[in-house]
């Protein structure tokens, strides 16, 4: 994916402005060390709105891949199954019983 379409650029632009935007609303960029509880659910609120984009820009990145073709396994037959050393038989035990409800 060597050239990305216009709708993946305008989204990144689109994302970055909107971080900010919150950046520049909450006064990040001067290091506040409380905020006012509305302007931090504001806050909350943008973020969680830019997490949303970027997860749908990167789902649309992900489906413009182009993938290779899969190689089929090759798959372990068992030739033929050893046969029991002399004297020794085969014995399956009755299922424990179950009590019916």
Same mark, same amino acid.
């Given at each position: 994916?060597?050239?990305?379409?216009? %709708? &993946?650029?305008?989204? =990144?632009?689109?994302?970055? !402005?909107?971080?900010?935007?919150? &950046?520049?609303?909450?006064?990040?960029? =001067?290091?506040?060390?409380?905020?006012?509880?509305?302007? $931090?659910? $504001?806050?909350?609120?943008?973020? $969680?709105?830019?997490? %949303?984009?970027?997860?749908?820009? =990167?789902?649309?990145?992900?489906?413009? !891949?182009?993938?290779?073709?899969?190689?089929?396994?090759?798959?372990?037959?068992?030739?033929?199954?050893?046969? !029991?050393?002399?004297?020794?038989? %085969?014995?399956?035990?009755?299922?424990?019983?179950?009590?019916? !409800?």
């Amino acid at each position: 994916m060597s050239h990305p379409p216009d %709708i &993946i650029h305008h989204g =990144l632009e689109q994302a970055r !402005l909107a971080l900010w935007a919150m &950046i520049n609303m909450t006064n990040a960029h =001067l290091r506040p060390l409380t905020l006012r509880r509305s302007l $931090k659910q $504001k806050a909350m609120g943008r973020l $969680k709105q830019f997490e %949303i984009i970027v997860r749908r820009l =990167l789902t649309l990145m992900a489906l413009a !891949l182009t993938l290779p073709a899969v190689r089929p396994r090759t798959r372990l037959t068992c030739a033929t199954p050893t046969p !029991l050393p002399e004297g020794t038989e %085969i014995v399956t035990f009755p299922a424990p019983r179950r009590f019916a !409800l």
